[in-house]
């Protein structure tokens, strides 16, 4: 890693530092970076927002993509304060970065009081086994949504 | 499951189905229901918002937390025409709702070219070893946000 990168990463730090003071959401912060150029920065703002999806990382991606004009941020890379939870990571791969670093990790954040090592283990289970119960239900118009959008001859992957 | 309920689920695969037409993104609906009442009923939005965590059901909490005005969404029920990719499971660890149904699955999902069943797996790797790897960096300062937070007076967990 460069010292350019570890810079970036400092910066991620520094943010999820100072969101502590604001009050706006939890101790992370991130960036995405492109061409070695910061084209997003954002720190958590659950609270701020009333928001449980405005994750720092879930923030800068929204943003870089707002700036980029488009749904996906490849070649980005992302830089964040902390090792991203599942809802993060998922956020990720249908964003498309590069790759991402991390400083602290998810044990880290459990220690803080976060659920990011909880959701994880939670994610290995089946739905139904879940903590918070998810039940799969037969209907039987269920594929018609996946039926007209394999006829649809406008529609835009992603 | 009750008849009621079923109707819940018909209508977020209404509204999965329709989505295809408007172009606005991918065939998936979800609605957030609290107390026999539905509060937040959504769509994919990834194309129209340039946005790649618009999913249905990330909509659909964001909505359904402004009604409510918390980050928080306890008791409620989500009801989501598929099942909800990692992203989105993420999402209902952090709003907390008593339960979600849905109709399709990830293989489903993964048939009409989506990438909710691959994201899954990708999740069990460790994060150097994924498709976009995630490499967790020493940094002197990373305990900083963390201590910060431990020692803040002020702070609201969630």
Chains 1, 2 share one sequence.
């Not at 602290?104 to 139904?128: M, N, Q, V």
Request: with cysteine; net charge negative.
């Amino acid at each position: 890693m460069t010292e350019r990168q570890k810079g970036y990463l400092r910066q991620a730090l520094v943010l999820a530092q100072e969101n502590v003071r604001t009050g706006n959401g939890g101790p992370f912060g991130a960036l995405i970076v492109q061409d070695d150029k910061v084209i997003a920065a954002a720190t958590n703002r659950v609270i701020v927002d009333n928001d449980p999806t405005a994750h720092a990382e879930m923030v800068a991606i929204r943003e870089a993509c707002r700036v980029l004009g488009h749904f996906q941020i490849e070649g980005c890379d992302l830089y964040s304060s902390c090792e991203p939870c599942p809802m993060c990571l998922g956020a990720i791969y249908w964003a498309r970065p590069r790759s991402y670093y991390f400083a602290c990790t998810r044990e880290s954040a459990a220690s803080a009081g976060f659920d990011d090592a909880y959701i994880y283990e939670e994610l290995h289970l089946k739905p139904e086994a879940r903590r918070i119960p998810g039940h799969c239900v037969y209907m039987e118009m269920a594929s018609a949504p996946f039926v007209e959008w394999a006829q649809s001859l406008q529609k835009i992957r992603y």
